[in-house]
């Protein structure tokens, strides 16, 4: 009993909440996204969402989502149509440069079956991910996609 009493424990998460509020999220947020974007060729296309979004922040049991912890995660991202011809995978070699040399925490999160290759940097507990899309669809630009998002934030 004793033993499923501490794997149920130890299975249980709750994220932690950062320091900053969430007005103070959305603007770092954005200007994470700001920094990526800039490293991008000029004749990139995007749309930058008028403002981030919120995701609620979740407390966990068994990998399950099992209530709300009460903050929030800002969040935004851009989808960006790069120039013809380009290749995206440069572009995440280009911002991974930037990032390191900004002193940024940066790694590349796997992915299954590496199509979607991507760098990520962590900086102060907030997160921006730039993700190239090596094989596109017949008829659409290259593309890579910029996401930023917060940790979670008391409002």
């Known amino acids: 009993m004793l033993v499923v009493l501490a794997c149920a424990l130890a299975s249980c998460s709750t994220p932690e909440t950062g320091s900053d509020d969430l007005a103070t999220g959305k603007t770092r947020v954005q200007d994470l996204l700001q920094e990526a974007l800039a490293t991008l060729p000029e004749?990139?296309?995007?749309?930058v969402p008028p403002e981030p979004g919120e995701e609620t922040c979740r407390k966990t049991f068994l990998?399950?989502?099992?209530?709300?912890t009460g903050a929030h995660r800002a969040e935004?991202?851009?989808i960006v149509d790069l120039p013809a011809g380009s290749d995206p995978a440069e572009r995440l070699t280009e911002i991974e440069a930037v990032w390191r040399d900004a002193g940024y925490d940066v790694t590349h999160p796997?992915?299954?079956d590496g199509r979607f290759p991507k760098v990520q940097a962590v900086v102060d507990d907030y997160r921006?991910?730039?993700t190239a899309f090596i094989d596109p669809l017949p008829g659409v630009p290259p593309r890579v996609t910029v996401y930023a998002v917060s940790p979670c934030l008391d409002s």
Not at 43 to 47: H, N
Not at 63 to 68: E, F, I, L, P, R
Request: glycine share 10%; no cysteine.
């Open 110 to 112: 796997r992915t299954a």
């Open 76 to 78: 935004i991202p851009t």
């Open 63 to 68: 990998g399950y989502a099992v209530g709300t």
């Open 128 to 130: 921006v991910v730039m």
């Open 43 to 47: 004749d990139s296309d995007y749309v």
